[in-house]
């Protein structure tokens, strides 16, 4: 399974962290250093749990399997507010 931003919002980069507005609610998100690299990989093309969380466990020490479960709850996150969904 890979992951993709959706086309619903607009996301801007303020210091190091990612401001996100969601078109259709009109609500606003923020995600810290590691989200804002997790939704900088996800601006090109899809990627897998696995790349997210490489990319992740490169700029931070981090385990691999805390890595995972932490990127999984913040991907379950973006896909219930529609800022990113599922694709082959």
Do not use: R
Not at 38 to 48: A, F, I, M, Q, R
Not at 53 to 67: L, P, R
């Amino acid at each position: 399974m890979k992951y993709k931003l959706t086309s619903q919002q607009i996301a801007s980069q303020v210091g190091g962290e990612i401001v996100i507005l969601n078109h259709n609610k009109g609500a606003y998100y923020g995600l810290d250093e590691v989200g804002a690299l997790v939704w900088n990989n996800l601006e090109g093309e899809p990627k897998t749990l696995e790349a997210l969380c490489e990319a992740v466990t490169n700029e931070y020490d981090i385990d691999k399997k805390t890595c995972q479960d932490d990127i999984e709850l913040l991907l379950k996150d973006l896909i219930s507010e529609k800022l990113v969904e599922e694709t082959e």
